[in-house]
C-alpha cells in the first residue's frame, strides 16, 4: 500500500466514527503502523500482519470503544493490552484521558513503553503485571480486548473498578452465552455496530455494576 492509500483508509475510518481526522491524528496512526510492522518482524506482536487489517482490526476497532468512554476526563485501564489495542488508539485520539495499560509480556512491554516515547503521549503508563496481580490503582473505565468472556473478565479485574466504574469489551457470536452467565448484580449493555469499512458486525459490551439488563443498536 501507497502511503496515501493508508492515509485515506485512516481519513475514512475516522469520518465514519465522527472523529475528525485532524492532521497530528493522523501522523500519529501512521508513525505507530509503522513501528508496529517494524517490531512485528522480530517479536511478532500481532497475527494481523496487512496495513489496511491493522488499521481497521487494530486502529479502528479500538475506536469502537470511544462510544461507552465518558466525554470528560477519566482513568481508563486496558487490561492485557498486548500491542496497545484498544489502549493507544484511544490515548491518541483521547489525550485528556488518564491511561494505563497492563500487559504481563515484558516483549510487549517494551514495545508499548517505546511507542509512548515515540507518539509524546503523556497521558499513558505501561504496567507490567497480570491483572489479577496488580493492585496499586483505581479505575473508572476497565477495557479488554483479550481473549477474556465477560464473567472472566468481571472476575480478574473487579478489584481494579472504581466505585462508579464499568468494564467495556468487544465480544462476537459467543455474546449471548456470556450474557447468561454474567450475576444478575451487573446491567449489561450491547452497542451493535459495523466495524467501520467493512460488513463485519461488533458488539461492544458496557457492563456496570448494577442490576439491569439492555440492549440498543
Not at 9 to 34: A, Q, V
Not at 98 to 110: M, V
Not at 130 to 146: G, I, K
Not at 173 to 200: A, G, M, W
Amino acid at each position: 500500500m501507497e502511503l496515501i492509500d493508508k492515509q485515506e483508509l485512516i481519513i475514512k475510518g475516522l469520518d465514519f466514527l465522527g472523529i475528525r481526522p485532524e492532521t497530528f491524528l493522523l501522523e500519529s496512526f501512521l508513525l505507530y503502523l509503522e513501528e508496529l510492522q517494524r517490531w512485528n518482524k522480530a517479536y511478532n506482536l500481532t497475527s494481523i500482519k496487512g496495513d489496511k487489517d491493522i488499521i481497521i482490526k487494530h486502529f479502528l476497532d479500538s475506536l469502537l470503544y470511544l462510544k461507552f468512554i465518558p466525554e470528560v476526563s477519566c482513568y481508563v485501564c486496558d487490561v492485557g493490552s498486548g500491542a496497545g489495542f484498544p489502549g493507544l488508539p484511544i490515548a491518541i485520539v483521547r489525550q485528556d484521558l488518564n491511561l494505563t495499560l497492563i500487559e504481563p509480556s515484558w516483549k510487549k512491554c517494551a514495545f508499548l513503553k517505546y511507542m509512548i516515547n515515540k507518539l509524546r503521549l503523556l497521558n499513558v503508563t505501561v504496567v507490567e503485571a497480570r491483572v489479577e496481580n496488580y493492585r496499586d490503582s483505581r479505575f473508572d473505565v476497565l477495557a479488554t480486548r483479550a481473549l477474556f468472556n465477560i464473567g472472566d473478565f468481571i472476575k480478574a479485574a473487579a478489584h481494579l473498578l472504581s466505585e462508579k466504574g464499568f468494564f467495556i469489551m468487544s465480544k462476537g457470536p459467543s455474546i449471548k452465552k456470556d450474557i447468561q452467565e454474567v450475576s444478575s448484580n451487573y446491567t449489561i449493555e450491547v452497542l451493535q455496530i459495523n466495524l467501520p469499512l467493512t460488513s463485519i458486525l461488533r458488539n461492544i459490551v458496557k457492563i456496570s455494576p448494577v442490576k439491569n439488563l439492555s440492549l440498543r443498536s
